[in-house]
């Protein structure tokens, strides 16, 4: 059943210093960023932990060419093996900020950090949305899960968005 989450997680963790790095700028030099138990993943969307105030912070990592192509934020809304989403999740209050990353591995090249607590009602309306199916989810091509996105602007609409990158490879480590 978490073959797939297990997946999500390798491929994340390649970026894990390059992570840290970013949310450093962010929350402080002197914070600790810790990887969560993934039991913290599988029930409440935590990545990782900040030592300084226990925040939960969800993390998706996508390869580069999805920003060249679509440069927008997807959150997972369906997977086959019938673990709960992403979406579901945030929608359930889980998570204090996301950490929404485009890179090659081990770089991070583009990101977003976002304030989930600002962003929240937008993801309750699209959990709804998808729950009564009045939104297109988006199929992955791996055709084991789908997608709901979320537009950049979005962020600013809501002001969630804490702090983006769209320029440079940051390389702190």
Request: a negative charge.
């Amino acid at each position: 059943m978490y073959e797939d989450t297990e997946r999500d997680w390798e491929w994340a963790n390649q970026f894990f210093n390059s992570i840290s790095d970013i949310l450093k700028i962010y929350f402080g030099y002197n914070t600790q960023i810790i990887v969560a138990p993934k039991e913290l993943d599988l029930e409440k969307a935590t990545d990782y932990l900040l030592d300084m105030d226990s925040s939960h912070i969800a993390c998706r990592i996508r390869k580069m060419e999805y920003h060249e192509k679509f440069a927008d934020i997807t959150i997972r809304s369906f997977r086959s093996s019938g673990a709960t989403t992403e979406l579901e999740k945030l929608a359930n209050g889980f998570g204090d900020y996301y950490f929404y990353g485009w890179g090659d591995p081990p770089y991070i090249t583009y990101f977003e950090i976002i304030n989930l607590h600002k962003i929240r009602p937008l993801i309750k309306q699209l959990f709804v949305q998808v729950q009564s199916g009045k939104i297109k989810e988006i199929p992955n091509t791996d055709g084991r899960t789908r997608f709901v996105t979320i537009k950049p602007e979005s962020l600013v609409f809501y002001q969630g968005r804490i702090g983006y990158n769209h320029t440079v490879k940051p390389s702190f480590s």
